[in-house]
């Protein structure tokens, strides 16, 4: 009997031991090594891999959540370099975009643009295409990518990081590259950094602080429903100078189709509350405009965008603060919550009886598309983070940098991007109403025609020598609110990649600190690998004409002054130059309640060019109404507001109309059915010999 118990507690101590004895502490794992360690597959981060890895170096890509290429892959699908001087972006950025055109090209598909013309058109393409390139190409590199590596800690000796510590698996590398938007592991490594807004007087930009609108939007009973709903983020915003720990809002960038065979329909929220969206039903009567914008794309989508213009959009305001500082649990409760919002912000969209039947029905007839993130339940994966925490290293670029001091020693990328912040806050004003606060355009939309080109220096992306010696940061770089708002495009994030990728392997093979690499090899193999570093020759922008005197044009002139207006329209003046004082828009609703009639009577009998002020905009109407009536005579004509003006010219040939002398002209511009802004400056008559 003994010597049995002794042989079956022999065979628990047998089964056990492995585990006791065995067992390998987390400091005594396997350690996987490599040249290179890329942390964060966004698209800053693929294309450091890509471009380390054609340096000969070994490089492993390692990804937080199981999504690879970031914003590229993940539902941002036109490309923002339309708005930038596009010959200064190549390299990678405009191998990845041949490569999605050739996609399209081998399949038989024509895009609408063609990748080697660097005009401004939009370069779109499907989310599901965007992931086979870059997928392709990281293969072809030989770049090793492990998705589901959340980063635990960092070992460091000295300034240098030795190891990464992940939930799945510890690496080690000569030289690290942080690629993601939130700045993990620089944090991690004892980098500094900062998150928010500077202040106008901490490096003396006139665009940083709060940048309150001119104009609020009046609710009535506003004060008394604010407290209880999720799109107040403070009724204390602050003086106009100060700075504060606001980021720039995010959102998910929505792959929509309206193709039945396609179209997948919106899940349900959670848990709708209609009471929620008490504040939107009275923005809406009160006037304001709701929705998103959409950019059409190949395979009968849309790419549906949070819109800069309205109160309420896709963007959850305020509600990503303390996104990059939160842990895995907590990201995860913040991209629930704006997928929640999301849902619901749709439901109230084509639900709500408070919202215009035409913009109901508009988005009602779009969904989500059965072909793009299937195992996501085809809603997209990525939240847009706009903006995490920015390093503080070697060289902090600001406002001077981008405006008034393009020229760098060592530059490793040519931006152009406007300088462009989505909103940091809503705020409640006392006494009633409503304003986003945040949003910044120095410079005009269409600056990049005419543009301007700084550069970003190498030093923008190291770290102090004190701090770290062996990571290079080319996505939370070193730059001020002001400088991000710039530089947070995916095609400069792109090209800071590919530096940073190229920098990291050249330091692993000179062996020398990340800060120690001659510049002038790097800018060798910079140009090798295709990028331009040299600032493009630009003519100097003429001085600004805000308005142009109606009474110093020829022929009969009716500004919108002249006209009588029913209650739909609204007066601004943010595109330049307009005729008169100002211009007027029926901010995109479509709905027939915007109505402006002229009458005059002509001096004299005969045949007129008929010709429109307008400021032409993407998002314009394609589809303007125009009547002229004049005695029995009556035409319509329809005007394609996304048409530019001639070049120098301030209005746009419509037709040509035949005016009686004795009878009462009426021109008419209405909205009704339009498919954008209706704008409305004034309209030209010129006689015809």
């Not at 504060?244 to 709708?272: I, K, Q």
Request: with cysteine.
């Amino acid at each position: 009997m003994m010597k049995k118990r002794f042989v079956l507690a022999l065979a628990f101590l047998l089964l056990i031991l492995p585990t006791c004895l065995f067992a390998q502490k987390p400091e005594q794992q396997e350690v996987t090594r490599a040249d290179v360690v890329v942390y964060g597959a966004t698209p800053g981060g693929f294309c450091a891999a890509i471009a380390a890895a054609r340096e000969k170096a070994s490089v492993i890509l390692l990804e937080t959540t199981d999504h690879v290429g970031g914003l590229n892959t993940g539902g941002l699908s036109f490309s923002d370099s339309n708005q930038i001087v596009r010959s200064t972006v190549m390299g990678l950025f405009d191998e990845w975009h041949r490569r999605i055109e050739k996609d399209y090209a081998d399949r038989g598909v024509k895009l609408p643009y063609s990748v080697g013309v660097k005009d401004q058109s939009k370069w779109t393409y499907e989310p599901h295409v965007a992931m086979r390139v870059t997928r392709n190409m990281l293969r072809e590199a030989n770049v090793k990518v492990l998705t589901k590596r959340d980063l635990q800690s960092v070992k460091k000796q000295g300034t240098r990081i030795t190891e990464l510590v992940t939930s799945d698996g510890t690496f080690a590398a000569n030289v690290f590259v942080d690629a993601t938007y939130e700045g993990d592991l620089m944090a991690a490594a004892g980098v500094s950094w900062t998150i928010g807004r500077e202040g106008k007087a901490e490096f003396g930009e006139s665009l940083a602080g709060k940048r309150y609108p001119k104009k609020k939007m009046d609710i009535d009973g506003f004060g008394s429903f604010f407290k209880p709903l999720p799109f107040i983020t403070t009724t204390d915003a602050g003086p106009e100078e100060a700075g504060d720990s606001n980021v720039m809002v995010y959102s998910f960038r929505l792959c929509l189709t309206g193709d039945p065979a396609n179209r997948v329909p919106f899940p349900e929220p959670a848990n709708y509350d209609p009471a929620r969206f008490e504040l939107v039903r009275r923005y809406v009567k009160a006037g304001g405009r709701v929705g998103w914008d959409l950019y059409p794309l190949p395979g009968n989508k849309f790419d549906g965008n949070n819109s800069i213009g309205g109160q309420f959009s896709l963007g959850l305001v305020g509600a990503c603060n303390g996104w990059s500082e939160a842990d895995a649990a907590g990201r995860a409760e913040i991209w629930e919550a704006h997928k929640q919002y999301t849902l619901e912000f749709y439901h109230f969209l084509t639900t709500d009886p408070a919202v215009p039947e035409s913009i109901r029905n508009k988005y009602a007839r779009l969904g989500l598309c059965k072909d793009e993130f299937p195992e996501y339940g085809h809603f997209s994966p990525a939240l847009y983070v706009r903006e995490g925490r920015r390093m503080r290293g070697m060289y902090v670029l600001s406002q001077k940098d981008i405006l008034e001091q393009p020229e760098k020693d060592d530059p490793i990328v040519i931006s152009s991007f406007p300088i462009d912040s989505h909103d940091c806050q809503r705020v409640a004003l006392k006494g009633g109403g409503v304003i986003n606060e945040g949003t910044i355009f120095p410079v005009r939309r269409s600056r990049p025609k005419q543009g301007y080109a700084y550069h970003v220096p190498y030093r923008s992306i190291l770290p102090r020598p004190d701090e770290c010696t062996n990571l290079l940061v080319p996505v939370a770089l070193s730059c001020t609110h002001v400088g991000i708002s710039s530089i947070r495009v995916e095609p400069t994030w792109m090209i800071l990649g590919q530096s940073a990728g190229i920098a990291a392997a050249m330091s692993v093979q000179e062996n020398v600190p990340v800060q120690e690499l001659p510049y002038p090899k790097l800018r060798k193999r910079l140009q090798a690998q295709g990028q331009v570093l040299e600032l493009p020759v630009i003519a100097p922008e003429p001085p600004m004409v805000k308005s142009i005197a109606a009474k110093t044009l020829p022929g009969i002139v009716l500004d919108n002054t002249k006209a009588s207006l029913s209650d739909g329209w609204v007066r601004s003046t943010n595109f330049k130059p307009y005729i008169g004082t100002d211009y007027i828009h029926d901010e995109k609703k479509g709905d027939g309640n915007a109505v402006a009639t002229f009458r005059f009577k002509a001096p004299k009998a005969g045949r007129y060019q008929l010709l429109m002020a307008y400021s032409a905009h993407e998002t314009r109407g394609k589809n303007v109404p125009l009547t002229v009536s004049c005695g029995s005579s009556k035409t319509t004509f329809t005007v394609d507001q996304t048409k530019p003006l001639p070049q120098g010219k301030h209005f746009r040939p419509i037709d040509t109309v035949y005016l009686s002398g004795d009878a009462e002209t009426t021109i008419t511009i209405t909205n009704a059915g339009t498919n954008g802004f209706v704008i409305l400056d004034a309209i030209q008559l010129l006689p015809v010999p």
